[in-house]
Structures are given as structure tokens and as C-alpha cells.
């Protein structure tokens, strides 16, 4: 079968059904993918088959929209092309391999984009380069230093094993936050629950009865009373402030920088996320280091890996100082940002030629030590996070049962 999915803009991507005869007189009946039908067309007929018929696949009302390219996708495809790379497979064939083979139909529409166009004369990295949605500089440049330095299994293992620390590390910061997030939310719908729908039902019992109920319990229904009265207006408002936080998430960089600086203030979460950034970097820039990137070449790339803005701006700081003339020591300590021992080990790994192996051992003790504040704020936030479940659900029904003990006093 031909393959005749060429990469194009995906709000002008088409896909059309054909009919073509092929070279061997064999009937072929299949899909392609391109800009207009006559684009098609012409692509069908330089591969020296004649088409027979050709329209536009018409689009289903009830078809499911494909699912994102996300990072693990990314991370699975550098493991899977360097391991088919590495048995000897052709990266052609390689590509068609995983493309055809892959889960997610959004990531293998995208893998036989960029085999068509190794296939059309370019190198893998500039392929790659063509999809900067999905592939960072830093992948880029990975792979074209691997292709030059005819060493590209080596690199694409190297990047491989970059994505999928960067990936575990990634999932630990989300679950120190996630998970505090997720349980107070889970206090406040219960807690909203009892006062709207609970707490009621308790207030007419005791007003049937008459009784004197104690103040404790007169404020939380009269907490009632406003939650039945007005809990559309904090409903109301709390999709208001998402909606507004997700549109400046998404467009606004002073927000983001803004969002990144108070993250790292934030107690146990904020030494996450420093630990987390020197993780990044180090592991970051032992990549580029083993591949030969030259290193102001390789901060560039670095910069962006961080993720946080914060460091972003003190390792762009340090390039300038690099090109300036200053060793890359002098720069790290200006910034005040990394900790001394990842300072000397890069000294000691500069004088000793081995800056990559050095700054590999810091990543994987910067991991672990995130792993281990991942495991002490989950065992911290446990016992809290009963505690505030306590003080509210059970406040909440102290405050109904105290009445009680009167009701027979007052029947009485």
C-alpha cells in the first residue's frame, strides 16, 4: 500500500478515498491525506499509479474527535525508535513500524507525517523540526547532533532515557500537588452537601419541637440558610474564577511568571519544585554534554527544560556570562539560585572532563530527594487532611446532635 500521507496545516488537512490502479495492474483502494483533492491527486500519479476515482471521506456527525499528543507519547516513541534503531531496523521502516502500530491514531498520523518526509529527502531532525508542537529544541537538537556524528542510536537512547525521567519526575510534582487539592475539594462538596440538603432536615425537626438550641447550632443553620439561599452564586463563582485562571494559564505570560515565582514560596511544595528544577537541569545538561552540544549552544536548550520561569531566567543569565568569558562555576553561583554541592560537583566535572557523568549523579540524587518529599508530604497531609475532614463533617453533626439531648426535656 502507498503511502500518501503527507504533512500538512491540520485546519486544512483533508482526507479523501481513492480507487488507483498501481504499476503491477493490482487494484488499491485506501485513504490519503492532503491539502485539495487535485494536491492528491498528483501525489497518487508521481508514485506511478493512475487513479480510477477519488472524493472527500465525508464526515461523521457522531465521529469521535481524535485524542492530543501528550509528552508520554513523545517518551514512548524516543524509547521504541531507538530500540528499533538499535536491532539493526531502518529508520524508515522503524517509523513505519511504530506508526502503524501506535495506540493513540492522533500520535500515528503524526509518525507517517514525519516518515513521508524522511522518505521526501529530509533528515530526521529537520522532519522533526517541522512539528515544534511536539518536539522541543532540545529533541532537535539531539537528534541532529546524533545524525551528524553518525551516532544517532547512542543519542536517541540518551534522549529516551531524558523524557522518561523528566516524565517521573513530572508525575511525582503532580501528585504533591494533586493530591491535597483533590481532598479539600472533596471536604468542600460534602460539607456544601450537609448544609444545603442535611442540616435543614435537622432545623425543622427542632423547630417543631420548640426547643432552646445552642448557639453553635443556630450558626451553622443560620450557615444553612445562606448556603440553600445563595449556593448558586458560589457555584457560579467558582466556575468564574477557573474560567478566568484558565484563560490567563493559557495566554498570559506575566500570569505564569507570576504563578511560577509564588509556587516556589510555597512551604514543603516550593522545595518540590526548586528540587524538581535542579533535577531538570542537571539532567538536562548531562544529555546535551554527552552528546557534544556545545554549551552555550546547550544552556539555550536547557533554559527551557526547567520548567519555571525562575530558573529559566538565572540559567539565561548564565549563558551570558558563559559567552562573556566566564567558566560555567562562576556563572552558577552569581544566579544564588543553586545549591553548593551541585556547584562543586560541576566544577570538579569541568576540570575533570566528565561534566555529564557529574551532573548525572546530581539528577539522580535531586530525584530521589524529590521522591522522598513526595513520600513525607503525603504522609504529612494525611493526618491533616482527617483533621480538617473532622472539623467539618463533624462539626457539622455535633452541631445537629447537641439539641438532642434537650429534645426530651422540652417534650417533657
Not at 517541522?130 to 532537535?140: A, P, Q, R
Not at 517521573?168 to 452537601?193: E, G, M, N
Not at 531566567?313 to 562562576?330: H, K, Q
Request: net charge neutral; charged share 20%; hydrophobic share 50%.
Amino acid at each position: 500500500m502507498v503511502d500518501t500521507k503527507k504533512k500538512v496545516n491540520n485546519d486544512e488537512k483533508l482526507t479523501f478515498i481513492y480507487k488507483a490502479k498501481d504499476r503491477k495492474g493490482k487494484i488499491i483502494r485506501d485513504e490519503a491525506i492532503g491539502l485539495s483533492l487535485n494536491a492528491v491527486k498528483a501525489e497518487l500519479t508521481s508514485q506511478g499509479m493512475r487513479v480510477i476515482s477519488i472524493k472527500e471521506k465525508p464526515k461523521s456527525l457522531f465521529s469521535k474527535s481524535k485524542p492530543p499528543i501528550v509528552s508520554k507519547d513523545i517518551s514512548l516513541f524516543a524509547r521504541q525508535l531507538a530500540t528499533m534503531l538499535q536491532s539493526g531496523v531502518p529508520l524508515v521502516q522503524s517509523f513505519d513500524i511504530i506508526g502503524r502500530g501506535h495506540e493513540n491514531p492522533s500520535m500515528s498520523e503524526l509518525l507517517l507525517s514525519i516518515k513521508a518526509d524522511v522518505e521526501g529527502g529530509d533528515t530526521l531532525a529537520q522532519a522533526l523540526r517541522k512539528e515544534k508542537l511536539y518536539f522541543d529544541e532540545l529533541f532537535c537538537n539531539l537528534v541532529d547532533a546524533g545524525e551528524q556524528a553518525g551516532i544517532l542510536e547512542g543519542l536517541l537512547d540518551k534522549i529516551a532515557t531524558y523524557k522518561e525521567k523528566s516524565e517521573s519526575i513530572k508525575a511525582k510534582v503532580k501528585k504533591a500537588l494533586t493530591y491535597p487539592i483533590a481532598v479539600l475539594v472533596v471536604a468542600f462538596i460534602v460539607t456544601a452537601i450537609l448544609l444545603i440538603f442535611v442540616v435543614p432536615v435537622f432545623k425543622d425537626l427542632f423547630d417543631s419541637f420548640g426547643a432552646e438550641l445552642p448557639g453553635f447550632t443556630l450558626w451553622v443553620m443560620g450557615l444553612s440558610d445562606w448556603a440553600v439561599a445563595y449556593w448558586y452564586y458560589v457555584v457560579g463563582t467558582i466556575i468564574v474564577i477557573v474560567k478566568v485562571f484558565g484563560y490567563f494559564k493559557k495566554r498570559s505570560k506575566e500570569f505564569n511568571h507570576f504563578l511560577d515565582r509564588q509556587m516556589l514560596n510555597l512551604p514543603i511544595v516550593g522545595l518540590i519544585l526548586h528540587k524538581s528544577a535542579v533535577a531538570r537541569f542537571a539532567r538536562t545538561l548531562a544529555t546535551m554534554s554527552a552528546a557534544g552540544v556545545p554549551l552555550i549552544e546547550a544552556l539555550a536548550s536547557v533554559a527551557g527544560a526547567t520548567g519555571n520561569i525562575v530558573y529559566y531566567t538565572a540559567v539565561m543569565e548564565m549563558r551570558s556570562d558563559v559567552e562573556s568569558g566566564n567558566n560555567l562555576e562562576f556563572a552558577m553561583t552569581r544566579t544564588k539560585l543553586f545549591p553548593h554541592m551541585v556547584v562543586q560537583m560541576l566544577a570538579i566535572g569541568e576540570e575533570s572532563g566528565s561534566i555529564d557523568k557529574m551532573l548525572n549523579k546530581v539528577a539522580d540524587f535531586f530525584e530521589e530527594e524529590v521522591d522522598n518529599l513526595v513520600d513525607n508530604l503525603s504522609s504529612l497531609m494525611e493526618p491533616l487532611i482527617m483533621s480538617v475532614l473532622g472539623v467539618l463533617v463533624g462539626g457539622l453533626i455535633v452541631a445537629m446532635y447537641l439539641p438532642i439531648f434537650k429534645l426530651g426535656a422540652a417534650v417533657g
